[in-house]
């Protein structure tokens, strides 16, 4: 009774892990990571903080310095997965 626990138990993991690595393995490629200048004002005369991206392959990790504010600008900061950051 006790290996038939066992073995379940094992199935049931693979069962869980294996979508999850799949779908890692699907996001892969080569993407663009961000950065998001926030604004005081409309103006953008007056920068209050950043949202900034940091490679974490396969995923990015965005992190948000100073104030966030509906007044922002985007540009790409780098790239993730395709070899160095440029």
Not at 10 to 29: D, R
Not at 41 to 61: E, F, L, R, S, W
Request: glycine fraction near 10%; aromatic fraction near 12%.
């Amino acid at each position: 009774m006790l290996k038939r626990i066992a073995i379940s138990s094992l199935a049931v993991a693979t069962m869980l892990i294996g979508p999850t690595q799949q779908a890692v393995a699907q996001i892969g490629g080569c993407q663009n990571i961000y950065m998001t200048r926030m604004w005081s004002d409309a103006t953008h005369t007056v920068q209050v903080g950043y949202i900034d991206g940091m490679c974490a392959y396969p995923y990015i990790q965005y992190t948000l310095f100073g104030t966030y504010t509906y007044f922002q600008t985007e540009e790409v900061s780098g790239t993730c997965g395709c070899g160095p950051i440029e």
